[in-house]
């Protein structure tokens, strides 16, 4: 069964940092690019970052640009997210999610992770 | 960036009741379309993956149209299971960017 499990989430300080991980399984992560979407409390689904399967190729959101770092560890099958600098407006749960060839686009999805960022 | 303007936002709706959803790009996007179900408190779930292929395991009420900048998400009859938001996303170009959302609501 496929799997993608975040964790790494919690409460943090506007200014603050967290790293988030998205434990990979059931299928070969190698094969398959990455991202992260977050959802703030409420809202809709915004995607954040998109990295491809060895790394060479890196996208950002212009809200996390110079703040959020992607990277992956396909040893360990492993996707992270470095979030620095964080603001009030980060607050959300972060989902991360598998896609590969043209149209094989987020599917599936984790079960997200909670990020509040608040003093 | 692409903007995707989903409507409605919200919609009331009777079991057994057909539903359309329509997704308008601000440029053409091909096929390059995804729409997704979303429940309280879960995960959004693929249902519809290049604009019409029906995601696996996803049942046949459940229908797509569309290519270039217009695209239609069908519920040919709605079932109590089928109350949630829906999404569309578009991944033809970065930055990624979902819809609003539609929120299916009981009558």
């Known amino acids: 069964e496929v799997q993608l499990v975040e964790s790494g989430g919690g409460l943090v300080q506007p200014g603050g940092s967290l790293t988030l991980s998205c434990a990979a399984s059931?299928?070969?992560?190698?094969?398959?690019?990455m991202n992260w979407v977050r959802q703030a409390p409420g809202k809709g689904l915004q995607w954040v970052s998109y990295i491809s399967s060895s790394s060479s190729t890196i996208y950002y959101a212009d809200s996390v640009k110079g703040r959020f770092t992607i990277s992956r560890d396909n040893a360990r099958n492993s996707l992270y997210l470095q979030m620095n600098s964080l603001r009030d407006e980060d607050t959300a749960v972060y989902y991360c999610a598998r896609a590969r060839g043209a149209y094989d686009w987020f599917d599936p999805w984790g079960q997200g992770t909670l990020v509040t960022v608040s003093s | 960036d692409i903007q995707m303007t989903q409507s409605p936002s919200a919609m009331s709706a009777s079991v057994g009741d057909r539903v359309s959803i329509t997704c308008r790009a601000s440029?053409?996007?091909?096929?390059?379309l995804a729409w997704f179900q979303q429940k309280p408190g879960k995960a959004p779930k693929r249902l519809i993956y290049?604009?019409?292929t029906l995601q696996s395991g996803v049942p046949s009420r459940f229908s797509g149209s569309g290519s270039g900048t217009e695209f239609t998400l069908t519920i040919s009859s709605l079932q109590p299971e089928d109350f949630a938001t829906y999404y569309c996303?578009?991944?033809?170009?970065?930055?990624?960017?979902f819809g609003q959302g539609t929120k299916v609501e009981i009558k």
């Open positions: 996303l578009q991944h033809n170009f970065y930055p990624r960017t």
């Open positions: 059931g299928f070969t992560f190698t094969t398959y690019s």
């Open positions: 440029q053409g996007i091909n096929n390059y």
């Open positions: 290049a604009a019409s």
